[in-house]
Every structure is written in C-alpha cells, then in structure tokens.
C-alpha cells in the first residue's frame, strides 16, 4: 500500500516563508505532486518532481529526495490569499494512479 | 487548450435515490479518468480510474459505480444512495505518461439526506 504523512495545520506570518515537509512511502514511484485547494473549490496544480533536486516556480519550489521518500513545498513572500490547504500527492502503478495525503492546511496571519 | 467540465455543481439527494454525475474532457483523446471524494474534513480518495473506453478499475469498495460510454465521457452512478456518500466529487484527467499533470474538473457537492 502507500502511505502519505504531512501536518495537519501551520500558521504563518504575511511576508514570511513556510516550508511544508511530505514524507511518503510507495512502489512504483513515478512522481510527487503538490496542489493547492482553497476551501470549497477543486485542487490546483503547484508543482512537480520526479528527479531529486529542487523545482523552483515563482513564489514557490518544491523538493524532493526519492532515496529518503521525503518532499517538501517551499513558498516565500506569504499573502494572505496563500491561505489554503496544500496536499501531496504520490504518482505510481498501472493507471497512474495519484493518491494523496490529506492536506496542510495553511493559516497566513498579519 | 484542453478542459473538463462536470455537472450538476450541486445536488441535494434523499437516501435510497439514484444519482449520476457527468464528466467530460475536451480538447484532448484517450486520456486517462478518474473519480475521486473528499468527505468533509478529510483527503482525497481516489474512488475510480479509467485508461480507456469501457475500461474501469474501482479502488474501494462501495455501492457507486462508473462507466465510460465515450472516450472523453466518464459517469459516476449510484442506485441507491446512502447518507455516508454525501462528499465533494471530483472528476480529473491526464494524459497518463509520466510526468503529466492531473487535472481537476470544477467539483460536485452531493449532500444525501
């Protein structure tokens, strides 16, 4: 089976940078995703890696080390419409199934 | 571009009714489908998944099912509904090679009641 870990909730400050850490345990690894949803609405697509390394996008970069099944998602200079849960996503297997965990919900406060 | 639009938004359904909601890709040929449902509060749990025409893989076990009658149509359906189907339903597509992004349709929220 696969298993997804992320914290629940973070709280940061406007102009601030969070890190949002996904450990994650899989076979067949093909990728890992990371999606923004706001509350009510349909997940969004942030980024992708497949390789090790880091995968910078505007405000945001996402990380990942396959050896050690860990990722993180990186967004600098915080605004409070950044508030939203962010969930991690795994690719593997026939169908390229995507599982997810179940989400960082991210307060930005003044 | 391509795009995926499901309907109905929204639906208030009673216990023991049928339910079937639509989705559709445009813009695009053989693409991979899925169904998801996010329960309030909760993740996302990938419900169904289909690599092509009539072909269906269920995940979990449930009294919903799917079909794909047409290349870019995939349908979630229901005979009887119960109260702990009430969630957030997703429709997502992607190419299917790796290294394609999932995307999402806009959502359906089923309340059974």
């Known amino acids: 089976g696969q298993n997804i870990d992320q914290p629940t909730e973070m709280t940061a400050t406007e102009g601030a940078i969070v890190q949002i850490n996904c450990t994650y345990q899989t076979s067949g690894f093909n990728g890992l995703f990371w999606y923004q949803q706001h509350a009510g609405e349909a997940p969004t697509f942030l980024s992708y890696n497949v390789l090790d390394g880091l995968e910078e996008k505007g405000r945001f970069s996402s990380f990942l080390s396959r050896s050690k099944g860990y990722s993180y998602l990186l967004l600098k200079e915080l605004q409070m419409k950044d508030s939203a849960s962010y969930l991690c996503a795994v690719r593997s297997g026939g169908g390229n199934k995507l599982t997810f965990g179940t989400g960082t919900q991210l307060k930005v406060e003044l | 571009s391509q795009t995926i639009h499901q309907w109905p938004a929204t639906l208030v359904q009673p216990v023991g009714s049928p339910l079937s909601l639509e989705c559709t890709v445009e813009?695009?040929?053989?693409?991979?489908l899925y169904w998801y449902r996010q329960a309030a509060g909760r993740g996302l749990q990938l419900l169904f998944y289909s690599v092509g025409i009539g072909q269906i893989s269920s995940e979990v076990p449930q009294n919903l099912s799917a079909s794909r009658p047409q290349d870019r149509q995939f349908i979630l359906s229901s005979k009887k509904l119960l109260l702990s189907d009430s969630g957030f339903y997703l429709c997502a597509w992607t190419m299917g090679q790796p290294g394609n992004t999932i995307y999402f349709g806009e959502g359906s929220w089923l309340t059974v009641v």
């Open positions: 813009g695009t040929s053989n693409p991979n």
